[in-house]
Nanobody, 125 residues
Framework: QVQLVESGGGLVQAGGSLRLSCATY????????IGWFRQAPGKEREGVSC????????HYADSVKGRFTISRDVAKNTAYLQMDSLEPEDTAVYYC??????????????????WGQGTQVTVSS
């Protein structure tokens, strides 16, 4: 059974850091890419970062480039999102999703197959 479980969210002051984890079950990160998305109240879900299967190429939204780093541990079936220099605008529920490796690593919500339940990130000013 495919399952993704996010953790690591919380409340942090502006300029602080958080590390999100996405534990995966029922599939291999060798064959599936992982994307991190976020959704703020009243807004659509938007792509933050993704890491492709195979060679692990990464992509970032312009809003987080230089501040966020995506990584994965294939042996642990877990992906991570290190978030530094957090800003109040980063406040949202963060979700991870999986995408079949043949489709690359787009930051497009509809391309992803399964999602976790989300973890809340709140950045205070």
């Amino acid at each position: 059974q495919v399952q993704l479980v996010e953790s690591g969210g919380g409340l942090v002051q502006a300029g602080g850091s958080l590390r999100l984890s996405c534990a995966t079950y029922g599939f291999s990160l060798e064959h599936y890419g992982i994307g991190w998305f976020r959704q703020a109240p009243g807004k659509e879900r938007e792509g933050v970062s993704c890491i492709s299967s195979g060679d692990g190429r990464t992509h970032y939204a312009d809003s987080v480039k230089g501040r966020f780093t995506i990584s994965r541990d294939v042996a642990k079936n877990t992906a991570y999102l290190q978030m530094d220099s957090l800003e109040p605008e980063d406040t949202a529920v963060y979700y991870c999703g999986n995408i079949w490796g043949g489709y690359g690593c787009p930051l497009t919500v509809l391309r992803y197959d399964s999602w976790g339940q989300g973890t809340q990130v709140t950045v205070s000013s």
